[in-house]
């Protein structure tokens, strides 16, 4: 679906000053081996699942780490232990759509929304990882992200770099950033009519975003590797079987923000060198 009036001229003028104030990524700069935070499963494909097919491609490894088990995403239907299991076969397949080596994806399994709580012992270990297996890049949640599990993560990833001269470049994906005006008509997690406050809120946000994030790397031709990877996230995009009304992605905002995903490139904020842990999320 296409915005018309002024959303859509306004998501026109943001994304023309984007292409016109940020980097396109090359080949060259593709190939360099990776780690991927994810909070939950599916935070890897929505924030950077064209990025992750293209390194592949490209010859790069490309390491996933979750953090959180997922298992509260619809524990009022589901036993949580069985919850966990389907998210993590779900993220297996996921990864392996985009090419990602089954040994190269690792599980913390804090549990899902508890993650905050377990900064300290879940830096540690990925600092393990890290130290272990050196790339030259970590990808981790924008530190701007609501949801307290995607501000840990940030936090965390960027605690376990410190000290380290491998990973050396960090670079941080959006993910409910998007949930803003232009791009949604109405936040998801407000619901309430949009007032033209919300709107020039929403504006300013998603224009500072943009801002910050000047990496952009296009993925117009994994679109369909992007999507079958999301697909692979069943509980996410289509729900429980047998359950009416299970919340999916493509619920949120009417659609609107899981369209944003599949826009013609995918944007990073990124650092030189590893920056220090932005407040911590606890």
């Known amino acids: ?73 619809h524990s009022q239907w589901i036993e949580k232990s069985e919850l966990r299991n389907k998210r993590k076969q779900e993220a297996r397949a996921a990864c392996a759509k985009l090419g ?77 950033c998007w949930n803003e005006w232009p791009w949604v008509e109405v936040r998801a997690d407000r619901g309430a009519p949009r007032t033209a406050a919300r709107t020039a809120m929403g504006f300013t946000r998603s224009l500072r975003l943009l801002r910050e994030c000047r990496w952009r790397v296009p993925i117009g031709e994994v679109h369909d590797q992007k999507r079958q990877a999301l697909e692979a996230h069943e509980t996410q995009m289509h729900g429980l079987e047998g359950v009416e009304d299970c919340p999916t992605l493509a619920d949120v905002a009417g659609g609107e923000f899981l369209e944003r995903f599949f826009a013609s490139y995918e944007i990073f904020m990124r650092y030189r060198k590893p920056p220090p842990p932005p407040n911590h999320p606890s």
Not at 140 to 168: K, N, V, Y
């Open 1 to 73: 679906m296409r915005a018309s009036g002024l959303r859509g001229a306004a998501q026109a003028a943001l994304s023309a000053w984007h292409v016109s104030h940020s980097d396109e990524v090359s080949d060259a700069q593709l190939r360099a081996d990776a780690w991927v935070i994810a909070p939950h499963p599916d935070d890897e494909v929505l924030g950077c699942g064209g990025t992750i097919a293209r390194k592949v491609a490209l010859g790069a490894r490309v390491q996933v780490c979750f953090l959180t088990d997922g298992s509260s995403s």
């Open 100 to 176: 990602v080596a089954s040994g190269d994806v690792l599980f913390l399994d804090i549990e899902d929304g508890r993650l905050a709580a377990h900064v300290e012992e879940a830096s540690a270990e990925l600092r393990r990882y890290f130290e272990r297996s050196p790339s030259t890049e970590v990808y981790a949640p924008h530190h701007r992200e609501e949801p307290e599990d995607h501000r840990a993560a940030c936090w965390i990833a960027r605690t376990a770099m410190q000290g380290l001269t491998a990973p050396s470049v960090y670079l941080e994906y959006p993910v409910w």
